[in-house]
């Protein structure tokens, strides 16, 4: 019995040292899937204060992956894409329309969609708990997973951070 209670430590080591190599890895595999930033976003309805609830179909090998960074693409798209609108929610431009904005100021947008404390995390909100519906989960390839989760966006706090911030012009300034 003593014995056991020798290798509980080194036991207890080893395995969290595999659940942090598995997280590790799972963000490594996020960060690639988000560099190429492949998604879609898709107007769902206008919520209040200037946010928006849409869906972003987000691509991955990994479903968990394609989830986690939802929200990360949600926002990037809402500066460097919008989103058409639908029947009964008007669609949204990109907050620039600088297509080189992402490169000019890549410091400042490395630090905003950073995994650990980044502030595009003020701005949206995931709608649900995690789980993603059947018919949201898409199995493209071998390889890959289209999946569509729903997040809602504070497009106007979005907007006053990246003003204040010296990123975009001010509404207005051009006139």
């Keep these: 019995m003593k014995r056991m209670f020798k290798f509980l430590p080194i036991l207890f080591i080893l395995t969290a040292f595999l659940s942090f190599n598995s997280m590790a890895q799972s963000k490594k595999q996020a960060n690639q899937d988000t560099e190429s930033w492949k998604y879609e976003i898709e107007a769902i309805k206008t919520g209040t204060q200037g946010s928006y609830l849409i869906k972003v179909w987000s691509y991955s090998k990994s479903p968990q992956v394609a989830i986690e960074q939802a929200k ?4 990037h798209g809402i500066i460097f894409q919008g989103f058409v609108g639908r029947q009964g929610v ?3 431009k990109p907050l620039t329309n600088n297509s ?3 490169f000019e100021k ?6 905003f969609f950073s995994d650990n404390g980044g502030k595009y995390m003020k701005f949206v909100s995931m709608t649900t708990d995690g789980s993603v519906a059947a018919e949201d989960r898409l199995k493209i390839d071998k390889k890959t997973y289209k999946i569509g989760v729903l ?5 106007s706090a979005l907007r006053k951070e990246l003003e204040d911030a010296g990123i975009i012009n001010k509404l207005g ?3």
């Excluded at 990360?72 to 926002?75: D, E, H, S």
């Excluded at 997040?151 to 497009?155: A, G, H, T």
């Design 100 to 102: 080189n904005l992402e």
């Design 72 to 75: 990360k693409n949600a926002v």
């Design 90 to 92: 008007s669609g949204q």
């Design 173 to 175: 300034a051009g006139f």
């Design 151 to 155: 997040v809602s966006v504070n497009v």
């Design 106 to 111: 890549a410091d400042y947008f490395r630090g």
